[in-house]
């Protein structure tokens, strides 16, 4: 067992040393305590530094030898367009694009670095991140970076930009005043109190003969004229002791060349004055003046014989108003004597209504030295006057100079020339053209109201200006200023015929304009007068008449070629008359079985088809209204497009119909194949299919007013085909009409489709016209005469068979094929048959057979005795003589006027045996 006095011992050393390890404990808490108070101190510090220099507006910053931020505040990082986070670390070149400052600042970084030296730079410039340009006044000072012991520099930069701003525009108003008085007339000094020259403007110098800054610094009171010097060095310490403005004083001057200049002066105190602190002088050349008041003093007695020589009142009056001279026009107008006036006041003399005006213009030469004038009517006369100020060698006003002149005459020839202005004017106004005269620069010195109107503008706007200025468009204001100048140039006349001008309305106006230079009286060719007539109306006349020339002259066309078609037309129809004839006669013998039969029913079939053909010949050729009723044509046109527009789906008809449309009298048959084939032509002209406008209306045409060729004063109803199609060029537009004219791929069109619309229409008394535009579609315009007729009911159409009879009927005709099928046609249904080959034979056949004769089938166009006088022959020897005009023609022109003589009928040629039997059948019906 161990001793226990040592375990006491150990026991007492072990709790002295745990009480040691308490205390270094409680040290080590309180030196790790304090240690977090500064440390907290030392951030708080820092932030509070961080805060100050970013609500500094300057730019601090540090960089190390690279020129890598390590320091930036706010400023800087705004500048650059960042934070100040991700400016740490970079360097300029990352953020600025213009190398050179880059490169600049970064050669003053090392150069503090390297010299120890702290660097003031006054000024540099630095790029921002908008591309902005800045002014900065920077201090850059050495130092080394603690953490690292690096070299670095610390650098606040201040901006100076709006500071260089306002000093450049002081120092532009510094250089404007300058320049203002260095060219200044008068001389500016600026003394101190003891009279040395602290400034003075260059004009001084220049007026003097010295040179530059001869004054600065010296003392010019040696360069005054010694009889002068009493009074100048008076007044300079008068002004010196007082804060008012100087009097005037006049003395003279040495200039450079010894001579001596004459100079008033007049001193201001500004001694007071923050930056002039002076006394300030101005000066100016009065040698000219004193010249004229020495010239006058010794012309005075000769001014005096003078006045008395006058032609007009003349007074000389001291400035009390006391007559010094006047002569005998003066004592005229005041009835007095020469003797009472001298030395009398003039205002005493004066009547007293003219007191207030003398008084008023004398008061105001006396109060600013300057002469008065102004004018005065005095019983219808008118007089000018004159108030002249007269002063002495020191400038003091001594004497006032009068004078008035009587301008009567003068005032009325200026009435008179002013009224003849106003009647030149009133009459270039009226004249119907363009009036101006114009400068060599095309600059307008008169102008009438015409071109003012046309420019938009006023007559006195319009003064001074150019065409270009008045907003003529280039090309039209270049080519009348290089005209005016040939004219200018050449001195000879110019007429130009024809020339555009646009107005300010944008109208286009063709002039004719006569262009004339005028030369003064010193031979100076400066100006030209233009007159010019706006001959835009008569071009639109005369285009228009153009244009209905060239349509009178395609109508003239157009009827030589219809009479040429219709007279092919009928002899067609006579052959084809025969054909026909003889096929009737073999159908009527065959049976319905007969294998025959089919093949002559096809030769009908294509006779029909000739017929057609000839049909649209003698449409075209004016040939044939075969039934004319009297018509509503919108509702004959919507029956009529109805039907086309069932069978071509692709086309769009949009109809504007007049709802109150006119009556007109038409063969609808012929009028259905005029629509027909308008809208086929429309069809084929919008392959893809498209929209067709269909138009009625009402319109009346007077005698006196343009109209489409052949139409005539009255009342019309105008019905108007568009299409969206391809179009038509202008030449193809002038032929349309034309028969067997076409555009169509061969077998497509036959080409007599407008043709015989046009002799249709024609025939109707109408007119039709065709408008058209490559690629912009096409539109025909139908005008048709108005009918007072009543619309009446459509009758119910008859069934027209074969029909027999026992009657005698007597047949005409020239071709001896047609009375052969004819005779034998007939004689086969049981008539009694007799034949004529001309009317001269038919005549003496019916004067034998009268009584015998029930009928008479007779052709129109023959050889000797025609027609039309065969009918009235036989009318004279039977008026109740029944007629059938049969003809290759249509029923129009002289078979029309045979109609209304008392024929009873009409058949064209061909026809089927039908036709005739039904319709011989129907006249010997009748009473």
């Known amino acids: 067992m161990d ?6 011992e150990c026991n007492e050393e072990l709790t002295s040393l745990r009480r040691q390890v308490q205390v270094l404990d409680a040290q080590i808490a309180n030196l790790t305590a304090e240690k977090d108070k500064k440390d907290q101190t030392r951030r708080d510090n820092e932030a509070k530094l961080r805060q100050i220099i970013d609500l500094v507006p300057h730019f601090i910053f540090a960089k190390d030898r690279n020129g890598r931020f390590v320091l930036v505040n706010k400023a800087v990082a705004d500048a650059y367009g960042t934070t100040v986070e991700n400016l740490i670390g970079k360097s300029d070149a990352d953020f600025n694009p213009n190398h050179e400052e ?12 390297d010299s120890g030296v702290a660097k003031i730079i006054p000024e540099e410039k630095i790029t921002d991140a908008q591309g902005r340009t800045h002014i900065l006044q920077t201090t850059k000072i050495p130092f080394h970076l603690s953490s690292t012991g690096a070299d670095a520099i610390l650098g606040v930069s201040t901006n100076i ?6 000093e450049l525009a002081l120092e532009e108003k510094e250089q404007f005043f300058r320049a203002i008085l260095n060219n200044l007339s008068d001389m500016i000094f600026i003394f101190n109190e003891d009279g040395i020259v602290s400034f003075a403007t260059s004009s001084a110098t220049k007026i003097m003969g010295y040179p530059d800054d001869f004054f600065t610094g010296q003392n010019p009171f040696s360069l005054i004229h010694p009889d002068d010097l009493p009074a100048v060095s008076t007044e300079f310490r008068a002004v010196t002791l007082s804060v008012q403005d100087g009097l005037p004083t006049a003395f003279r001057f040495r200039k450079a060349d010894g001579s001596w200049m004459h100079v008033e002066a007049i001193g201001q105190n500004l001694l007071a004055h923050p930056y002039i602190r002076g006394i300030v002088i101005t000066a100016r050349d009065i040698s000219q003046r004193i010249d004229i008041q020495e010239k006058w003093y010794e012309s005075l007695a000769v001014n005096r014989a003078l006045i008395d020589a006058m032609h007009n009142a003349a007074v000389l009056m001291d400035t009390e108003g006391r007559i010094l001279a006047a002569n005998k026009f003066v004592a005229k107008a005041l009835e007095k004597e020469l003797r009472e006036l001298v030395g009398d006041n003039l205002f005493n003399c004066l009547p007293l209504e003219w007191v207030p005006v003398w008084t008023e213009h004398v008061q105001k030469v006396k109060e600013t030295g300057r002469s008065s004038r102004f004018e005065r009517i005095i019983n219808n006369r008118y007089f000018h006057n004159d108030i002249h100020p007269i002063f002495d060698n020191d400038g003091k006003l001594i004497q006032i100079a009068i004078f008035q002149n009587e301008i009567t005459r003068y005032k009325m020839a200026e009435e008179r020339i002013k009224a003849e202005q106003r009647f030149l004017r009133q009459v270039i106004d009226a004249v119907p053209a363009f009036i101006g005269v114009r400068d060599t620069d095309g600059r307008y010195e008169l102008v009438n109201i015409a071109v003012a109107n046309a420019y938009g503008t006023t007559v006195e706007n319009a003064i001074g200006k150019t065409d270009e200025e008045l907003h003529l468009p280039a090309e039209e204001f270049e080519r009348f200023l290089t005209d005016d100048r040939n004219v200018l140039e050449s001195r000879v006349a110019k007429y130009i015929s024809e020339e555009k001008m646009t107005h300010a309305d944008g109208s286009i106006h063709w002039l004719s304009t006569y262009k004339v230079p005028l030369i003064d009286s010193k031979g100076d060719c400066s100006r030209i007068l233009a007159v010019a007539m706006d001959r835009t109306h008569l071009k639109e006349t005369e285009e228009e008449r153009k244009k ?16 040429m078609s219709s007279g092919m037309a009928h002899d067609f129809n006579n052959i084809l008359m025969g054909i026909q004839g003889f096929i009737s006669l073999l159908l009527y013998e065959l049976s319905a079985e007969h294998p025959h039969r089919n093949k002559l029913e096809n030769i009908e079939l294509y006779i029909k088809r000739g017929a057609e053909l000839t049909r649209q010949l003698l449409g075209f050729a004016q040939g044939g209204k075969y039934d004319v009723k009297t018509t509503n044509f919108n509702a004959f046109l919507e029956k009529s497009a109805g039907m086309f527009e069932r069978t071509r789906k692709e086309i769009w008809i949009h109809k504007h119909f007049e709802e109150s449309l006119w009556n007109v009298e038409i063969d609808q048959g012929q009028m259905d194949q005029v629509f027909l084939n ?8 919008m392959k893809e299919g498209g929209n067709l406008y269909l138009e009625t209306r009402n319109v009346v045409f007077r005698e006196d007013e343009l109209k489409p060729v052949g139409i005539r004063g009255g009342k019309y109803i105008r019905i108007s085909v568009t299409d969206e199609g391809v179009g038509m060029e202008k030449e193809v537009l002038v032929r349309i009409f034309e028969p067997f004219f076409t555009t169509k791929p061969k077998g497509v069109g036959t080409g007599l489709g407008l ?21 912009k579609g096409t539109t025909f315009n139908i005008y048709l005469p108005v009918s007072d007729k009543v619309l009446q009911a459509e009758e119910e159409q008859e069934q027209h068979l074969v029909a027999v009879g026992t009657e005698t009927i007597l047949i005409v005709d020239d071709e001896e094929m047609n009375i052969i099928v004819i005779k034998e046609m007939l004689e086969m249904l049981g008539y009694n048959i007799y034949a004529a080959g001309s009317g001269q034979e038919a005549l003496a056949i019916y004067s034998e057979r009268v009584a015998e004769i029930d009928l008479v089938v007779m052709d129109m166009i023959m050889p000797g005795i025609g027609g039309g006088k065969t009918f009235d022959y036989l009318k004279g020897i039977n008026p109740d003589v029944k007629v059938i005009l049969a003809s290759g023609y249509s029923v129009n022109g002289e078979a029309r006027s045979i109609m209304e003589r008392g024929c009873r009928d009409f058949i064209q040629k061909p026809f089927q045996l039908h036709d005739l039997t039904g319709r011989i059948r129907k006249v010997l019906n009748e009473p």
């Open 3 to 8: 001793d226990p006095t040592k375990i006491y």
């Open 678 to 685: 308008l809208f086929i032509n429309a069809a084929q002209a």
């Open 102 to 113: 880059v490169e600049h600042f970064l050669r003053d970084d090392w150069q503090v670095i």
């Open 755 to 775: 043709a015989s619309a046009y002799g249709i229409i024609k025939n109707h008394k109408g007119v039709i016209h065709a408008y058209s535009e490559k690629g």
């Open 161 to 166: 930009t709006e500071r260089k701003k306002v």
């Open 548 to 563: 209905l020339q060239d349509q009178l002259l395609q109508s003239q066309k157009m009827e030589a070629i219809g009479a």
